[in-house]
Nanobody, 119 residues
Framework: QVQLVESGGGLVQAGGSLRLSCAAS????????MAWYRQAPGQQRELVAS???????DYADPVKGRFTISRDNAKNTMYLQMNRLKPEDTAVYYC?????????????WGQGTQVTVSS
């Protein structure tokens, strides 16, 4: 089992910055991917950014150039630096970890942290 705990959400004005953290504990496989997803009210959950265990990254188009995902494997912690925030970034942000084995994976989710960007 894996436990994920997010922190760092809050209320910020448009143009401001926030840094989210996700601390992972438990059985983390050597081959894994961590990611941030977000879900706005009435919307589907969407991928924001992902990072592999070797720190290969990928970003959704709406956040490219504004958000930076990173991880500290020694601390089993992932981060999301969010700059130049916009009201449309308002959502609950969820941490996700996928443990890969053979041809499959098992996914885990955190409880989410609210990010609200005021205009």
């Amino acid at each position: 089992q894996v436990q994920l705990v997010e922190s760092g959400g809050g209320l910020v004005q448009a143009g401001g910055s926030l840094r989210l953290s996700c601390a992972a504990s438990g059985s983390i496989f050597s081959i894994n991917t961590m990611a941030w997803y977000r879900q706005a009210p009435g919307q589907q959950r969407e991928l924001v950014a992902s990072i592999s265990e070797s720190s290969s990254t990928d970003y959704a188009d709406p956040v490219k150039g504004r958000f930076t995902i990173s991880r500290d494997n020694a601390k089993n912690t992932m981060y999301l630096q969010m700059n130049r925030l916009k009201p449309e970034d308002t959502a609950v942000y969820y941490c996700n970890l996928k443990n890969y084995y053979g041809l499959g994976y098992k996914a885990y989710w955190g409880q989410g942290t609210q990010v609200t960007v005021s205009s």
